[in-house]
């Protein structure tokens, strides 16, 4: 009888939980003006139509679906600082449903309800929504991937196997470091083979996914490994320590952004 109660009360609870997520992100969204990186992402969306599309294939390039994205958008809804903000907004906001369908069907509605409201309120979700750049979007893309492969592992159908490499291919053109949900998802797929025997009747689906998930990168490992194999390669950004990263998460996931300078 309870589980049934919890059942009923938790769309509403997800209504609210998404409201909250919206309010916390649209609150004060155009209160600071643009800084270097946003005018950058207004400046490569508005670029010759041309010349936004050679970035699919160009080197060096990073999130050329994304400005691809708010070319469109901003043609829509115009060139404020509140309409170049709002598709992040939007995305952002979105994430908060996905995560709960993916944790409702890994751990349970209750425990995916908390890791909802986590993902609603995280001081680095909101500040990212609230940025006119490819972050927020990347989050939301990469969790509807997972949902799918989750739903495809269930035995879904091939339509859950098409979503996942969809999903996963528009997150890397959003992202480049979405790349890595790849490896995530052979982890996944390989602890599920081991465990379940039932899980082995899918290595064909999953082989194919892997494969055609190559296909589009091969031009973006072309000069990604040109890049790395320079002997004066350098990333343009200061060395961090694993211990900083995970002391500045921490502070940054409690505390908001703001002052995590100080570590």
Not at 88 to 94: D, I, K, Q, R, S
Not at 116 to 122: I, K
Not at 170 to 176: K, N, S, T, W
Not at 248 to 258: D, E, I, P, T, Y
Request: with cysteine; net charge positive.
């Amino acid at each position: 009888m309870e589980a049934k109660a919890r059942r009923r009360y938790a769309p509403y609870l997800m209504v609210g939980i998404v409201l909250l997520a919206f309010a916390l992100r649209v609150y004060h969204i155009d209160f600071q003006s643009l800084w270097r990186d946003e005018v950058d992402a207004l400046r490569f969306a508005t670029r010759p139509l041309s010349d936004l599309i050679a970035t699919f294939r160009n080197p060096g390039e990073n999130g050329p679906l994304y400005f691809l994205l708010l070319r469109g958008w901003l043609a829509a809804v115009g060139r404020s600082e509140f309409a170049l903000r709002s598709l992040p907004l939007l995305a952002g906001v979105l994430a908060v449903p996905l995560s709960f369908a993916l944790g409702q069907r890994l751990i349970g509605s209750r425990p995916a309800l908390l890791g909802t409201m986590l993902v609603a309120t995280s001081p680095y979700l909101v500040w990212y929504s609230q940025e006119a750049k490819m972050y927020a979007l990347a989050v939301s893309l990469v969790l509807a991937a997972l949902c799918s492969f989750s739903a495809a592992l269930a035995g879904k159908g091939w339509t859950r196997w098409l979503l996942t490499w969809l999903f996963t291919t528009l997150a890397i053109y959003v992202h480049l470091l979405s790349v890595l949900l790849i490896v995530v998802l052979v982890c996944w797929f390989a602890v599920e083979w081991l465990q379940r025997p039932a899980a082995r009747r899918h290595t064909g689906p999953m082989l194919l996914v892997l494969a055609l998930l190559t296909l589009p990168y091969l031009p973006i490992v072309r000069w990604q490994l040109v890049l790395w194999l320079q002997e004066s390669f350098q990333t343009g950004h200061a060395v961090v320590s694993p211990t900083t990263m995970l002391a500045s998460l921490l502070w940054g996931f409690s505390r908001g952004v703001q002052g995590s300078g100080s570590l």
